[in-house]
């Protein structure tokens, strides 16, 4: 394996759970009650209305189709030729 393989693959993973981590301990103790809604207002906007459910379908048709692609059995993708 190359050194930027493990890098991609072994190391960037931890760092990313250890920054998520602390920022989850670091907020659950100095910024606890701290939830606002200043940004509210954006929601209000008619195109945002038109874009956001949208927005969530292709997010929700692209975790479908990963899924997917983990349950085709790879004979099938062979047969293809992909």
């Keep these: 394996m ?3 393989n493990v890098l991609l693959w072994t190391v960037l993973p931890y760092i990313a759970i250890a920054a998520f981590v602390l920022g989850l301990v670091w907020r659950f103790k100095y ?3 701290n939830w606002t809604t200043r940004s509210s207002q ?3 906007g008619k195109l ?3 874009a956001g ?3 969530h379908l292709g997010l929700f048709a692209v ?6 692609g ?3 059995p790879q004979t099938f993708t062979d047969k293809l030729g992909l």
Excluded at 63 to 68: A, E, F, L, R, S
């Design 2 to 4: 190359s050194s930027p």
């Design 42 to 44: 954006i929601y209000e």
């Design 31 to 33: 910024d606890k009650f």
């Design 48 to 50: 945002l209305r038109i």
């Design 70 to 72: 983990l349950l085709v």
């Design 53 to 55: 459910p949208l927005f």
């Design 63 to 68: 975790i479908g189709g990963h899924i997917v």
